[in-house]
Structures are given as structure tokens and as C-alpha cells.
């Protein structure tokens, strides 16, 4: 039967090179490692290495064997690293990715109903992007996750929230200010805060409304946060097609939105790790964001909602 330690003497003789080398590794004797590798060739039926002039190489077989002991010790590895950040955190807290627009707005009420439930449970937010928030998912250092819908991803289980239809923003003072509704033939002439392509859903939106026109977007800004569009807006840089979730923000800032008669809707999903199993804290954050996106307003625009139970 083979045993862990043969497997451990093994990927340290290949790694360090010499039998010398691998007994420092592991603490243990040059013999015991000679041992150890014999005993492990006689369980595998077959030779890991050629013995020549001294020298231990390893045999065709035996890195064919080594690619797999080295996947499977990647395996052990990640686990390590998982137990290390359970053992370092809280591990009866949770743990919210959040994209920073969903995490400045939709986020607080969602905690305070959650913490009136649980108080005293430590909660962490990790305010990122929709990349870093699949990456965190994918390596289970958070328990759930708001941000923008995006493509379905291995290891990601993804529960439909919320749609909003994308506005236009504005300076208080600017001419569209006036208009109940902006179209796309309003923005001609006008300088515009744009999403950097790397933005997906809302880029490739954005650009089929311009694509449409008669006139090229004349972009003075482009970025990939809405905060920062919003910033841009209110620093007198031009107007910006955008998520309605910050406009309660920056309207203390002289920034107005309106309906952008535009098919451009952003979609908001709920996503867990794909384990099949969620602990009680995580069904009962659940329950919070549901509840407040019943009823949560996004300012002058109300997003469409269809949260699914």
C-alpha cells in the first residue's frame, strides 16, 4: 500500500535533486529517504529512477508519476491555504465581494437588515470588480457575492436580483437637465464619459447606441467604475450613460440623471461558490437582499425588479 511519506520522499527527491537534499527537506536521514523511495518503487511496480555512477535520475516512468503526485499535491496545497484563511478569519463571520457601486448603496441596508438579525456576527465586504469578485468566488474567500450578471463560470452558482435601465447623467446645470427623457441624437455635440472596454455588458451597450448614430462618441473620460463617471460628471467633463445605483450619491454633488431612451439595461445576480451546500448565515443574508431590493428606489428611475425566491 503506497503511503503518504513515500510520496513525500518522492516529490522532494525530484525537486531538490539529490537524496541529500530531500532528507534536509523533510528532516530525515539520507537512508531513510533511500528507503522510502525503494519501498515505494517495489508497492508501484516499477522504477522511478536509474541508479548510475551514484546518481539518482529519474526514469520515464517516474516523471510520468511525478506529474501526477504534483497535481495532487497542488490539491493538498490549496487546501492548506483554505484552512489558513478559515483558521486566520472569523470563520462563524461572512463574507460579501461587492462591486463598489452596489457596496457604497444597495449593500448598507441589506447589512443593517441582516445585522438586526445576527448581531455580533463579524462581516467582511470585499469591495472589487466583476473579475476579482469571479477569482474570490472561484477560490471560496467569500460566501456570496452582488455585482453585474456576467458569463457563466465554472464554479460559480449565479441567482438572478435585479435589472435597472441605464440613465444619463448630468450636471445640474446642463441643458439636457431639462429634458424628462434623453435620447441618443440629444448627446450629439456632446462630450461624453465613457466605460473603458475592458467593462463588458456595459461597454457593449453603450457602444451599440453610438454605433446606431450618425455621430461618433465624442469621449473626453473613459473609466470603469461608476463612481468615478459620476466623479467626472460632476467635475464639468461632459455627461455619461449610467447604472442608477449611485445617483442618490452624487445628487449632493449637482449631479441629476434622466431615462436614457436606450435598450440598455444592467443586470445584478447573487452568486455563491458551487458547493450545493450554504450555511445558515449565507440563506440568511439571502433574505435581506431580497427583502430590500422589494423595496429599494433608485432615485428618480426605480430599477425593474424580479427578485426569485
Known amino acids: 500500500m503506497i503511503r503518504f511519506r513515500q510520496i513525500e520522499a518522492f516529490r522532494s527527491l525530484i525537486m531538490m535533486g539529490t537524496s541529500v537534499g530531500a532528507?534536509?527537506?523533510?528532516?530525515?536521514?539520507?537512508?531513510?529517504?533511500?528507503?522510502?523511495?525503494a519501498d515505494l518503487e517495489a508497492d508501484l511496480g516499477f522504477s522511478l529512477f536509474s541508479r548510475v555512477g551514484g546518481r539518482l535520475n529519474p526514469t520515464n516512468a517516474?516523471?510520468?508519476?511525478?506529474?501526477?503526485?504534483?497535481?495532487?499535491?497542488?490539491?493538498?496545497?490549496?487546501?492548506?491555504?483554505?484552512?489558513?484563511?478559515?483558521?486566520?478569519?472569523?470563520?462563524?463571520g461572512l463574507t460579501v465581494a461587492c462591486m463598489p457601486v452596489i457596496a457604497s448603496t444597495l449593500l448598507p441596508p441589506i447589512l443593517a437588515d441582516f445585522v438586526e438579525r445576527h448581531p455580533g456576527v463579524p462581516i467582511r465586504v470585499d469591495s472589487v470588480k466583476v473579475p476579482e469578485v469571479l477569482t474570490i468566488l472561484q477560490n471560496h474567500k467569500a460566501d456570496v457575492a452582488i455585482s453585474q450578471a456576467f458569463a457563466a463560470v465554472a464554479g460559480i452558482e449565479v441567482e438572478k436580483l435585479l435589472h435597472a435601465r441605464a440613465q444619463c447623467a448630468m450636471p445640474a446645470s446642463h441643458r439636457l437637465a431639462?429634458?424628462?427623457?434623453?435620447?441618443?441624437?440629444?448627446?450629439?455635440?456632446?462630450?461624453?464619459?465613457?466605460?473603458?472596454?475592458?467593462?463588458r455588458?456595459?461597454?457593449?451597450?453603450?457602444?451599440?447606441?453610438?454605433?446606431a448614430g450618425e455621430d461618433r462618441a465624442n469621449y473626453t473620460v473613459l473609466t470603469d467604475t461608476a463612481h468615478t463617471r459620476y466623479a467626472?460628471?460632476?467635475?464639468?467633463?461632459?455627461?455619461?450613460?449610467?447604472?442608477?445605483?449611485?445617483?442618490?450619491?452624487?445628487?449632493?454633488?449637482?449631479?441629476v440623471v434622466r431615462p436614457f431612451d436606450a435598450a440598455i439595461e444592467y443586470e445584478y445576480v447573487l452568486s455563491y461558490p458551487s458547493s450545493g451546500i450554504r450555511s445558515d448565515l449565507v440563506a440568511s443574508f439571502r433574505e435581506s437582499v431580497l427583502r430590500v431590493v422589494a423595496t429599494y428606489s433608485l432615485d428618480e428611475a426605480p430599477a425593474s425588479a424580479s427578485a426569485e425566491a
Open 178 to 199: 431639462k429634458k424628462k427623457t434623453v435620447r441618443a441624437q440629444d448627446l450629439r455635440g456632446e462630450r461624453i464619459i465613457g466605460w473603458v472596454p475592458n467593462s
Open 62 to 92: 517516474g516523471l510520468r508519476f511525478y506529474k501526477s503526485v504534483e497535481e495532487n499535491f497542488l490539491g493538498l496545497e490549496r487546501l492548506k491555504q483554505v484552512a489558513e484563511i478559515i483558521r486566520d478569519e472569523a470563520s462563524e
Open 201 to 211: 455588458q456595459p461597454y457593449a451597450a453603450e457602444q451599440s447606441v453610438f454605433s
Open 232 to 255: 467626472m460628471v460632476a467635475g464639468g467633463l461632459g455627461v455619461s450613460i449610467v447604472e442608477p445605483f449611485a445617483a442618490k450619491v452624487w445628487r449632493a454633488h449637482g449631479v
Open 23 to 37: 532528507a534536509r527537506a523533510l528532516h530525515v536521514t539520507q537512508p531513510a529517504i533511500s528507503r522510502l523511495i
